[in-house]
């Protein structure tokens, strides 16, 4: 089992830039796969990035592709997400997520069924 608690979230203008963090607690947190997805009202949870467990390999939704990063250290137990050039279309809740424990370093999940622990999200609004 993981538990995740994200935070960061706010109110930012478009164009503007905003880290999230999410910090994770569990005994197998290293060898974890990590995630970051989105939601609006109305809208299916949506992938936005991954992260293997060594943090060798990274995917991105093309949505946020060249805008966006997504980090970790498993030194500090935490997962990252770097959102640059903000637009009205990023507002959503902001959720973290780990897969299930892996051993293969590249592994990246994007779909949703694929992460068994979730953070409680964060609010991220874009203002014009």
């Known amino acids: 089992q993981v538990q995740l608690v994200e935070s960061g979230g706010g109110l930012v203008q478009a164009g503007g830039s905003l880290r999230l963090s999410c910090v994770a607690s569990?005994?197998?947190?290293?060898?974890?796969?990590m995630g970051w997805f989105r939601q609006v009202p109305g809208k299916v949870r949506e992938f936005v990035a991954g992260?293997?467990?060594?943090?060798?390999?990274?995917v991105y939704a093309d949505a946020v592709k060249g805008r966006f990063t997504i980090s970790r250290d498993n030194a500090k137990n935490t997962v990252s997400l770097q959102m640059n050039s903000l637009s009205l279309e990023d507002t959503g809740v902001y959720y973290c997520?780990?897969?299930?424990?892996?051993?293969?370093?590249?592994?990246?999940?994007?779909?949703?069924?694929?992460?068994?622990?979730w953070g409680q999200g964060t609010q991220v609004t874009v203002s014009s």
């Open positions: 569990g005994r197998t947190f290293s060898r974890n796969p």
């Open positions: 992260i293997s467990w060594s943090g060798g390999s990274s």
């Open positions: 997520a780990a897969a299930r424990v892996s051993f293969v370093d590249s592994w990246t999940p994007v779909r949703w069924s694929e992460y068994a622990s």
